[in-house]
């Protein structure tokens, strides 16, 4: 079974072509031409344990801040439109209110920048633990082995 097979095989199985090369990654398919689906199988059910699932609930909260942080920008963007329509129709503007909407605004977008940077050091911390745990798959499958 060459490596196209086992990445077919498993996409049967449910799998995502990524997932099932990341799964396979373990097995050398150019030194090893006895691979059969057992084989395949058994690599890949190693793979699938906690360091799968800790990185699928990973990507999970990764999108469950996306979607919450597009809400909140869908939001300013509604008090946006709100406050351009205030200054258009009101004839005496008050200057007071609008600068403090638009100083709500800036503080909203000011705390938002700033929960971007921190999501996005989380994101890259979490991706160094990634690449460190598949590290440590390898080498704890290859000692299995």
Excluded: C
Excluded at 11 to 37: C, M, P, Y
Excluded at 46 to 60: I, P
């Amino acid at each position: 079974m060459n490596k196209t097979e086992a990445i077919l095989l498993l996409n049967h199985e449910g799998w995502t072509k990524a997932d099932a090369q990341r799964a396979l990654a373990v097995i050398s398919f150019k030194v090893d031409h006895d691979v059969d689906e057992l084989t395949v199988l058994r690599t890949a059910s190693k793979f699938a344990g906690v360091e799968l699932l800790n990185r699928q609930r990973l990507q999970a909260a990764q999108k469950g801040m996306v979607t919450k942080r597009n809400k909140e920008i869908q939001q300013y963007i509604v008090e946006v439109e709100e406050l351009t329509r205030k200054i258009g129709s009101s004839s005496n503007n008050n200057p007071k209110e609008i600068e403090k909407g638009v100083q709500r605004l800036k503080d909203k977008i000011s705390n938002l920048v700033l929960e971007k940077n921190d999501l996005e050091q989380e994101k890259s911390h979490l991706e160094n633990v990634k690449r460190d745990l598949e590290k440590d798959n390898k080498y704890l499958t290859n000692i299995v082995h």
